[in-house]
């Protein structure tokens, strides 16, 4: 009978996990497709969930919490059903969470304005969320099983209902296909019901609406087929520069309709167009071909650095190329110097590059300005030898390979006019492209993207500060009345990822230095806990982030990297409660235990960087993350087994500690760390945090407050040290410089021989510089620096 019940409890902590997991995929693919989100929605989505877990568990070490645990360990298929109910409502409240905040649906959603969605909509799920784990910790301690068990229940539920999901969005199969309302939404006197179509990069829903054709993504409508403005003026500006070209390919977000107005122009013209998303090119224009549009334009199917890798060099006389966001880590990939030297690559040496710029705006800020030195100046390094600024049509640069073959507002309409389209784009409209008085503008504010200015050193931008850059410019376009351009600086100077470090110690350490005596241990246990939860959240972000970056395959598989993470917690798990069952309370093994899981947490996450960096495949990549699971997993039991005596009251403090420092860590590598240190900087940063904790608990396990209040004093004092030189270095100048006016108060005055001048006039040598006579002998070659004659 013990043994069914038990199983019984496992069994409904199994279904809790499905129903988590299930909601936290649908829900976070809804998440992004409201918000057109990327790296930093999902570590803002999965931040918040597990705050509002860790604040849901600190409700149950409250007394009504406790009761409300007590009752729910004894229906424990009560809190699988809540969860279910409460997701229908949650998906309501996400889809409803852009009118609520004010924010227009032709706007892009500011990032703060993100962040306080993503709270407002996930603590009151989650909350609930928090309750589960206590529950069927109570239920199984109340059997006299291993409490241990409730998080493997729970993690093996999970993973399973993530493989699941995973197979059907894989196969195109809708689990919630509410989102369909979305077309509805933007033609409500639409006739016909939408097509869609699953990718890694999301949910698009097609169809004709009025004559047109119409793909709605995460970002609005994506296509508009066909299109007679912006898409006609690219292309004309493209054959501007080769009239007679034989092969152009369309790299990144360029639209599918440029590739048909470059079909319309040329018919000849054999386009590829390589969309991030290959599988979203392939079905889009099956999808265009369905509904009457006859095109010859051919889509690449690989992910556009895959494709350039496998072209034979020169093997394109124009390409277009235009990069995502500068806010996403891809992004800023795209504008590194290796994918630049990618495309010339690829590029004949008689053909050309256009390369997309973000200067369609009126006026340039400080931030924009860095934005767009930091993208043209590799461009210009890689293609140094002819380039222009067309500022019109949405802002390009121009490059060749060969000096004078790119062709500026004076003689690129006479190149257009060779192909004798004049009755679909007049001659003279092509100047207007370029737009010079506008590109003159934009080249005083930003010399680089004046031709005349000369780029001598290879000041190329690291990724993760190009990042920093993009997210600058964003944050000043959402808010103008800020200036984060300046405090990216201050952190630049002040080595940023170092402060933020220090503040990360300080935050650990002080609950248990400032806590009272009799519960010291169990918050040194739960602060280490907190730190392995830490680094391995940490871990799975930064495998999605190079999932991101080099597949576009986000919306996919994030939900397949949460199954594998929480399929690898309940390996650890299982194997973490195996090793230590045995383990007597005292046992110095404990103490081995707590700084070598860290460690090899730090071993895995070496091995997942750079095993990314390598491999070919999507899956291969996403499947580091269960490894990353597995040694984050077999922390809990480690912590649980160290306290044999209090389990019970334990469960709450520590499912407390795992989700909100996963929380903290979430944020802090999102929006801090990885722009300022890049994502191995930012591991390490968290690997050197759990491995410090674990030697506290190590060595210092009876002591934990003098250990962590040491700890947490150096990282204070090195932190103030670290933010005072600049003041420090002028507080000595300026105390210099008084000791030498006090020292020359205090010398003897002498009798001058001189007369005292009738006024007093402006102090220093009132005396004019000789410049034709210094002139003159630097033309003779008998220039002296110890001459005193240059003075008149």
């Known amino acids: ?65 406790r009761r409300l645990i007590r009752l729910l360990a004894g229906r424990v298929w009560l809190p699988p059903l809540l969860c279910t109910a409460i997701y229908f ?79 059907l969005l894989t196969a195109g199969v809708a689990p919630d296909p509410r989102d369909a309302a979305e077309w509805t939404r933007f033609f409500p006197q639409a006739d016909r019901a939408s097509g869609r ?53 369309l790299l990144g977000q360029v639209p599918l309709a440029t590739a048909l107005a470059l079909e319309s122009l040329r018919p000849d013209l054999a386009v590829t167009w390589c969309p991030p998303d290959a599988r979203y090119g392939t079905l889009l224009l099956s999808a265009v071909a369905a509904a009457g549009t006859r095109t010859s334009v051919r889509a690449a199917g690989t992910p556009p650095r895959r494709f350039l890798d496998e072209q034979p060099e020169g093997s394109f006389d124009l390409i277009m190329v235009k990069p995502p966001p500068a806010t996403s880590l891809d992004g800023a990939t795209w504008r590194d110097p290796a994918f630049i030297r990618a495309v010339r690559r690829v590029t004949r040496r008689t053909g050309t590059a256009l390369f997309a710029l973000p200067c369609d705006v009126a006026h340039l800020t400080p931030e924009r300005t860095a934005l767009l030195d930091a993208t043209v100046r590799p461009i210009r390094l890689v293609w140094p030898e002819s380039g222009v600024l067309a500022a019109g049509a949405g802002g390009w640069w121009i490059a060749a390979q060969v000096p004078g073959l790119t062709y500026g507002p004076d003689t690129a309409p006479t190149r257009f006019a060779m192909l004798q389209k004049t009755a679909f784009f007049p001659t003279e409209a092509v100047a207007l492209l370029f737009d010079s008085p506008r590109a003159q503008r934009l080249s005083e504010t930003c010399p680089i993207l004046s031709p005349a200015h000369a780029v001598l050193l290879p000041e190329t931008v690291r990724t993760e500060h190009m990042l920093a850059l993009g997210v600058a410019d964003a944050l000043r376009n959402e808010y103008p009345a800020s200036a984060p351009g300046a405090a990216l600086a201050w952190l630049t100077d002040h080595q940023g990822n170092r402060l933020i470090g220090l503040l990360l110690v300080m935050l650990w350490t002080a609950p248990v230095a400032l806590g009272g005596t009799h519960h010291a241990p169990r918050r040194l246990w739960a602060t280490w806990l907190a730190g392995c939860g830490a680094l391995g959240l940490v871990v799975s972000l930064a495998v999605l982030y190079r999932l991101q970056s080099r597949f576009d395959a986000l919306y996919l598989l994030a939900g397949a990297g949460s199954a594998l993470y929480l399929g690898g917690l309940f390996c650890g798990n299982r194997l973490g409660e195996r090793l230590t069952a045995h383990w007597p309370a005292e046992s110095f093994a404990w103490c081995v235990a707590a700084p070598l899981l860290p460690l090899a947490q730090a071993a895995v996450a070496w091995a997942a960087l750079a095993g990314s960096a390598y491999f070919e495949s999507a899956w291969n990549v996403v499947a580091l993350c269960l490894p990353a699971g597995a040694a984050a997993g077999a922390a809990v039991p480690v912590a649980l087994g160290s306290r044999l005596d209090r389990h019970t009251e334990d469960a709450a403090v520590f499912v407390l500690a795992d989700a909100t420092g996963a929380a903290v860590a979430g944020l802090a590598f999102t929006l801090l760390l990885v722009p300022l240190a890049g994502l191995e900087g930012a591991v390490l940063c968290f690997a050197a945090l759990a491995a410090g904790l674990g030697l506290c608990v190590a060595a210092c396990g009876e002591t934990p407050r003098l250990a962590t209040g040491l700890a947490c004093f150096a990282a204070g004092v090195f932190f103030i040290a670290a933010i005072r030189p600049p003041q420090t270095d002028r507080q000595s100048t300026w105390e210099e410089k008084r000791n030498t006016i006090q020292g020359t108060c205090t010398r003897e005055i002498r009798p001058s021989v001189t007369d005292t001048p009738a006024s007093v006039g402006p102090r220093g040598i009132p005396r004019k510089l000789d410049e034709q006579r210094i002139r003159a002998q630097i033309r003779d070659g008998a220039l002296s620096t110890n001459e005193a004659a240059f003075w008149e």
């Open 1 to 65: 009978m013990k043994r069914f019940c038990g199983f019984t409890v496992c069994l409904a902590a199994a279904a809790f996990g499905a129903v988590t997991l299930a909601s936290q995929t649908l829900l976070l693919r809804r998440f992004l497709w409201c918000f057109e989100s990327t790296e930093f929605g999902v570590a803002l989505f999965l931040s918040s969930w597990l705050l509002g877990a860790g604040l849901g568990a600190a409700a149950v070490a409250t007394t009504p919490g």
């Open 89 to 167: 409502g949650h998906y309501a409240v996400i889809g409803n969470l852009r009118a609520w905040l004010g924010v227009p649906a032709y706007h892009a959603f500011p990032l703060l304005h993100l962040a306080f969605g993503c709270l407002l909509a996930n603590i009151p799920f989650c909350f609930a969320i928090g309750w589960g784990v206590p529950a069927f910790c109570l239920a199984l301690e109340r059997l006299d099983l291993p409490a241990s068990r409730a998080f493997a229940a729970e993690a093996l539920g999970s993973a399973f209902c993530g493989a699941l999901l995973t197979a």
């Open 197 to 249: 179509f699953e990718t890694g990069g999301g949910t698009t829903l097609f169809g004709t609406h009025g004559g047109t054709f119409f793909a709605i993504t995460s970002g609005g409508v994506s296509e508009l087929l066909p299109e007679g403005d912006r898409s006609v003026e690219q292309a004309v500006l493209a054959l501007s520069q080769r009239p007679y070209a034989a092969s152009a390919l």
